[in-house]
């Protein structure tokens, strides 16, 4: 018998037409695994309908104060410690350019200067890469798709490899029941 | 303005009136105590919900705590056209989705019964008060093993009343989809209370046969 059209029909709730609905009675008349089905789905129906919203505990909004005050501070805690980290950051960088200025007797602008010629030099060696790399899978055109699957493929490993960590390191800082 | 009054008496059991979108206006300029009475509205369907997903009080009292959080923070990425009961239920459902996901598997502790399943001592028939007590428990059993987002779609279809599109809107699924899990979650549920009761009545036939001989 082909019970999965009836169980369908049975556990679906979508109206039935008229032959649906002939079809279903005729069967149920004659198959006891699919009356067993509609029986115990109407006795977990009944029982979750009968079954009252739990309340909260008395002492719900008190706690809710509490939490909020706590996930304040928490919250509060973390963009001070994220501003700080960022005022290390900038400050750590101009006191390097400083550094260098005062060490060497270079300008701001002479230092500015070589960043922007180093990465004219790095944009003009990745555009050659490129042009060999087209020249490449232009001799041999089965070159392309396996050296880019190996290339992406090393990609999200690294990618994946440092979201583990990532994630890990969050892990062991962070308590389990903290606040986002 | 268009002002919504509310009136929970009819959903959740309980009667709750005032002006929703007033406090939720008077909440997202910063009003704590303005989001304090969403929370006194709500907090009987949160933490239903989040009992029923996490099967216990106290993850469940953590997680509504951390899911009007969670709403207080994000109150004014609320769109105002969008039911706020079903939004805030969304935000829970999604928080306990991804609790599950993270503890993995869900127990209910039958020590720690909250209010509504505790033993009434007044109660005329305490011997169908025990079963429907450990009916109730044996259908959470039951839905505690489904997988967290069934599980979701069991609860809000089921203690809510929501619609395919209210729970596909909710738990960011089709409706398509949302119908495919619920037809699956009842068959398994169905499935689930066959083999209990095959069991329960084999254990039964054993008992019976050993007491005879």
């Given amino acids: 018998m082909k019970h999965k059209q009836f169980e369908k029909l049975l556990l679906n709730f979508e109206p039935l037409d008229q032959t649906e609905d002939d079809l279903l009675k005729t069967h149920l008349s004659s198959c006891q695994r699919c009356n067993d089905l509609r029986n115990a789905w109407n006795s977990i129906e009944q029982n979750i309908k009968s079954d009252p919203m739990v309340n909260a505990p008395p002492e719900f909004i008190s706690n809710w104060e509490i939490y909020l005050v706590l996930a304040k ?14 005022l290390l950051v900038v400050s750590s960088t101009g006191s390097l350019i400083f550094y260098l200025t005062s060490l060497s007797n270079f300008s701001i602008s002479e230092i500015l200067s070589l960043i922007f010629t180093r990465l004219g030099y790095f944009i003009a060696q990745l555009l050659h890469a490129i042009r ?49 | 303005m268009k002002i919504k009054r509310i009136d929970c008496r009819d959903r959740y059991g309980e009667f709750v009136n005032g002006t929703e979108s007033e406090w939720i206006r008077q909440a997202t300029n910063g009003n704590d105590t303005a989001f304090c009475y969403l929370v006194e509205a709500y907090q009987k369907p949160v933490f239903n919900l989040c009992y029923r997903l996490l099967g216990n009080t106290h993850d469940a009292e953590d997680a509504a705590q951390e ?81 967290p987002k069934d599980k979701a779609i069991i609860v809000l279809k089921y203690w809510y009343e929501f619609s395919t599109s209210d729970i596909s809107d909710a738990l960011s699924l089709t409706e398509s989809s949302v119908k495919s899990r619920l037809f699956r979650a009842r068959k398994e549920l169905a499935g689930k209370l066959i083999d209990q009761s095959k069991k329960a009545s084999r254990i039964k036939r054993q008992f019976n046969e050993t007491q005879t001989i």
């Fill in chain 1, 73 to 86: 501070e928490k919250r509060a805690k973390r963009t001070s410690i994220a501003l700080a980290g960022s």
């Fill in chain 2, 67 to 147: 899911s009007f959080f969670r709403a207080y923070r994000n109150l004014k990425k609320y769109d105002p056209q969008r039911s706020f009961t079903n939004w805030l239920l969304s935000i829970a459902s999604h928080y306990c989705i991804d609790c599950m996901r993270k503890k993995h598997a869900v127990t209910i502790s039958t020590e720690e019964l909250p209010e509504t399943f505790q033993h009434d001592s007044n109660a005329p028939e305490p011997e169908k008060v025990m079963s429907k007590q450990e009916n109730e428990l044996r259908i959470q059993s039951l839905v505690n093993k489904l997988s």
């Fill in chain 1, 132 to 180: 060999g790399f087209s020249s490449l899978s232009k001799a041999f055109p089965i070159f392309l798709p396996i050296s880019t699957g190996i290339g992406l493929s090393i990609f999200f490993m690294t990618i994946m490899l440092l979201g583990f960590w990532v994630v890990s390191m969050f892990r062991i800082i962070l308590p389990k029941q903290g606040v986002v």
